[in-house]
């Protein structure tokens, strides 16, 4: 079968959303044809949509069918293979599961473009050579195979064209506007894994930006990651992931330092840069950054079934980052969820994740049980800890079936990790930039709040500051106003 050899995380990004089993998501993806036609000269804001736009579709889609020039179609080909080494090309497939690039698509298709900073998805071509803008392609590209996920599984279409400027999210503005030859400064990148994968591939296609760049994040790449990280291949597994991040940053303008450390042991050695750029897949994390005290700090997210990014400097009255993460209520730890999703009695949960300890044979049946699947279908965990467990079976890093499981986490689908990422670097962009600060939104905070549904026609979210936040605090600042007041 052409099913990714990550179909496991697939599964876990999907499944929950279409309500399928494992089984009857594989049936669908093996039955379904998606397709990408290009045209014979595309511009460089159509060959970036192109190259995104067939990174995403590998990590997803099993058969594609591809048209475009021979050159560019076997280039297509070659980084999908690298994604998925079982994909299959088709000749053709339906025009309402088609995106088209630089030409006019067969009926129903999605044409896709960008200039400038604006992205488009329209019913009918209309030709784009505006200014290069890597930004505006790859939020291009994460939207129109947004809209093929919405077409493939949810049998719902836009009921209109849909145009989105990156600059202040408004229809068209700075559809003309060049990218300057200017810099970003120092940036501590914190997290590289999906949103912040999308981030630098974007950054390394920007042809004129220039910037020092720290890249701090302690994990590798795994097999699974490939489900939605838009750096990463077959080959790349196992590899650092900030160490993959700078590979790809070579040839850009960016000067680069990858840093393997969690974000705690890197500020343990007295390290602080101005800005901090930060998508961790947690919420200590990001409190810990918005606590370190950044001149600037931008954060990009998902969420089960949303996305954004956010901009903040502590002292201009508006929500920090900790104000959006802010506590209301004690939720519920990650031995608590294991302990309801394994039916095990919440004082013996801890006992084993402390003691670093393997469900009982007992424990075990009843855990599967608990789940919905057959007795025997835990026992490669035998031998494992409840947290390795709890990781690959309830939060789908190993492929098995929960049928009917309500607490299975959902993984974010690759287009929307791809958007968050596109979205947070160009707010890096344009708050570095005074230029560009001066014709962005003044809003900190971008949502899309479900991706299940066409994109918003207002993406703004006014934020005020959480009562009981840090950024209210005389004390915290003081020290930022002291820390930066010569900078």
């Known amino acids: 079968m052409a099913l990714a050899p990550f179909f496991g995380r697939i599964y876990s990004a999907v499944g929950k959303h279409v309500s399928a ?13 998606v397709g990408l036609i290009c045209g014979d000269h595309l511009s460089r804001n159509s060959q970036m949509i192109a190259e995104m736009s067939i990174n995403l579709a590998a990590r997803l889609y099993p058969i594609i069918a591809i048209t475009a020039s021979e050159p560019q179609r076997v280039r297509l080909q070659e980084i999908a293979r690298a994604i998925n080494p079982k994909i299959e090309f088709c000749d053709e ?40 803008n890597p930004y505006a392609a790859t939020a291009a590209a994460a939207l129109a195979w947004s809209e093929v996920f919405r077409r493939v599984f949810l049998q719902r279409s836009a009921d209109r064209d849909v145009s989105l400027s990156l600059l202040d999210f408004t229809e068209s503005s700075g559809k003309n506007l060049p990218l300057s030859a200017a810099s970003i400064g120092e940036v501590l990148f914190v997290g590289v894994g999906a949103v912040g994968n999308a981030a630098i591939w974007a950054m390394s296609r920007d042809e004129v930006t220039s910037g020092s760049l720290t890249l701090v994040d302690h ?10 990280y838009t750096l990463a291949e077959t080959s790349d597994v196992d590899e650092p ?31 602080q840069l101005p800005t901090t750029c930060i998508s961790l897949d947690n919420v200590d994390g990001r409190r810990t950054g918005q606590a370190l005290l950044p001149r600037l ?34 939720g519920l730890s990650a031995v608590q969820q294991a302990a309801m999703a394994f039916g095990l009695k919440e004082e013996r949960a801890v006992q084993l994740w402390l003691t670093r300890s393997p469900l009982s044979g007992e424990e075990r049946r009843h855990a599967a049980k608990k789940l919905g699947v057959p007795p025997n279908a835990l026992v490669a965990w035998k031998d494992r800890p409840l ?36 979205l947070m670097a160009a707010e890096l962009l344009k708050r570095t930039q005074p230029a560009l600060s001066d014709l962005a939104q003044k809003e900190p905070l971008i949502s899309w709040d479900d991706v299940l549904q066409a994109p918003p026609k207002s993406w703004l979210r006014p934020r005020p500051r959480e009562l009981g936040c840090i950024c209210g605090d005389p004390v915290y600042q003081e020290v930022y106003r002291e820390r930066w007041r010569n900078v």
């Open 241 to 271: 992931k900030v160490v993959l991040a700078e590979r790809i940053l070579r040839s850009s303008h960016f000067s680069v330092k990858s840093i393997q450390s969690t974000l705690q042991g890197y500020v343990a050695n007295g390290h």
């Open 219 to 228: 994990e590798t790449v795994s097999l699974s990651n490939l489900q939605r």
């Open 93 to 132: 497939s339906p025009g309402e599961l088609t995106v088209a690039v630089g030409i006019s698509g067969p009926p129903r298709s999605i044409n896709v473009s960008a200039s400038g900073w604006v992205a488009e998805l329209r019913s009918v071509f209309q030709a784009e050579e505006g200014p290069v």
């Open 387 to 422: 947290a390795e467990l709890y990781t690959d079976v309830v939060c789908g890093a190993v492929p098995i079936d929960l049928p009917g499981v309500k607490n299975v986490e959902v993984v974010p689908l690759a287009h929307q990790s791809v958007l968050a990422g596109a």
């Open 297 to 330: 700090l931008v954060n990009g997210w998902t969420g089960d079934g949303s996305l954004g990014a956010s901009w903040h400097a502590f002292d201009n009255g508006q929500a920090c980052l900790a104000c959006l993460y802010h506590p209301h209520g004690q």
């Open 21 to 33: 089993t494992r089984d009857g998501l594989s049936k669908a993806l093996s039955a379904t044809r």
